[in-house]
């Protein structure tokens, strides 16, 4: 079993920047994909950005690349989105989701793929 929990949202002018981090729990954080979603009012939830257990792949969604980056620091259990200029359309809730992945099989962007959730951390910017 593995807990997310969220933290570094808030409110922020466009342009600006912020750091999500998501911490976990459990002595094998290594062994998951972690990815990043988010669900804007009215919307369906979507892909942000994923990175492997390891570290040594990423992927983002067309409209956060170049400003989005995701991270993770195994020997802390957390990943961060650090994310820049942001655009009022980037307001929305934002999730951690891990994905069990120790042989590095299950690398996905799929939000059906993922085994495990955080409670979401809002994000607001304002234009």
């Known amino acids: 079993q593995v807990q997310l929990v969220e933290s570094g949202g808030g409110l922020v002018q466009a342009g600006g920047s912020l750091r999500l981090s998501c911490a976990a729990s459990g002595r094998t954080f290594g062994n998951y994909g972690m990815g990043w979603f988010r669900q804007a009012p009215g919307k369906e939830r979507e892909f942000v950005a994923i990175?492997?257990?390891?570290?040594?792949?990423?992927n983002y969604a067309d409209s956060v690349k170049g400003r989005f980056t995701i991270s993770r620091d195994n020997a802390k259990n957390t990943a961060y989105l650090q994310m820049n200029s942001l655009e009022p359309e980037d307001t929305a809730v934002y999730y951690c989701?891990?994905?069990?992945?120790?042989?590095?099989?299950?690398?996905?962007?799929?939000?059906?793929?993922?085994?495990?959730w955080g409670q979401g951390t809002q994000v607001t910017v304002s234009s």
């Open positions: 990175i492997s257990g390891s570290g040594g792949r990423t």
């Open positions: 989701a891990a994905n069990y992945d120790p042989w590095g099989t299950r690398y996905s962007n799929t939000e059906g793929h993922y085994d495990y």
